[in-house]
């Protein structure tokens, strides 16, 4: 079985400073990781993923994350942030096994407030 | 725009009714799932279809249940509505090993 521990449930920041996102994780078997990003009223959007090769994962909109195995953490971070990333944001892990459903096992969520 | 529509897009119903949720996915997506999330909480995985069979379930009761068509549409289907169903039910699809692609949600609410 896995669990995601998102560890800040809000997070508030002035446009244009930096911010990280934390994200741990417990699994007996070997995962992917993601971060999905969801604005009100909308679904879920996948935002960077981690499958294999450089721990170190980005986006097309400047956020970063970094796998590291030994600490079970995929933390997101951007370092100057816009009013438009204002949203909550949702890490994921699954299974790299086949054979299962391959189901997405989410953390509770952390909602970014971007602040003029 | 991911390619996958829910509908309705909000509902009310009354404890003990019954609730059909429907979702068309992209054409290919030969996996759909379906996911709960509870107001502020994450999404948990309900079932999962692969080319109209259930393959994977999560801990939730024989009263969900769901249907996969060769349209690439599916439903789910929820008996004897509790007030703890109220939630945004998302469906999410893919084919084969690409990423999940999600849809807006249902906004369920049982009063």
């Known amino acids: 079985a896995q669990s995601v521990t998102q560890l800040d449930s809000q997070v508030p920041v002035f446009e244009e400073a930096p911010v990280e996102l934390r994200c741990n994780y417990s699994?007996?078997?070997?995962?992917?990781l993601f971060w999905y990003v969801q604005y009100p009223n909308q679904g879920l959007q996948l935002l960077l993923k981690?499958?294999?090769?450089?721990?170190l994962v980005e986006s097309i909109n400047g956020f970063e994350a970094e796998f590291n195995k030994s600490q079970t953490s995929f933390h997101l971070r951007k370092p100057s942030v816009h009013i438009s990333d204002t949203a909550e944001y949702f890490c994921?892990?699954?299974?790299?096994?086949?054979?299962?459903?391959?189901?997405?096992?989410f953390g509770s969520g952390t909602q970014l407030t971007v602040l003029p | 725009e991911t390619g996958v529509t829910q509908s309705p897009t909000h509902l009310i119903k009354t404890r003990g009714q019954q609730v059909t949720l429907r979702c068309s996915s992209q054409s290919g997506h030969n996996t759909v799932s379906w996911y709960q999330q509870a107001l502020g909480q994450g999404p948990q995985f309900i079932f999962q279809?692969?080319?109209?069979?259930?393959?994977g379930r999560g801990n939730f009761p024989p009263r969900f249940s769901g249907l996969q068509f060769p349209n690439y549409s599916s439903e789910l289907n929820v008996n004897a509505l509790e007030l703890d169903d109220s939630a945004l039910y998302l469906c999410a699809s893919r084919r084969d090993n690409s990423p999940l692609h999600f849809g807006n949600g249902t906004r369920l609410t049982v009063t």
């Open positions: 279809y692969y080319r109209e069979e259930e393959n």
């Open positions: 994921a892990v699954r299974p790299i096994s086949s054979g299962s459903a391959r189901q997405l096992t």
């Open positions: 981690y499958l294999s090769g450089s721990t």
């Open positions: 699994s007996s078997v070997s995962v992917y």
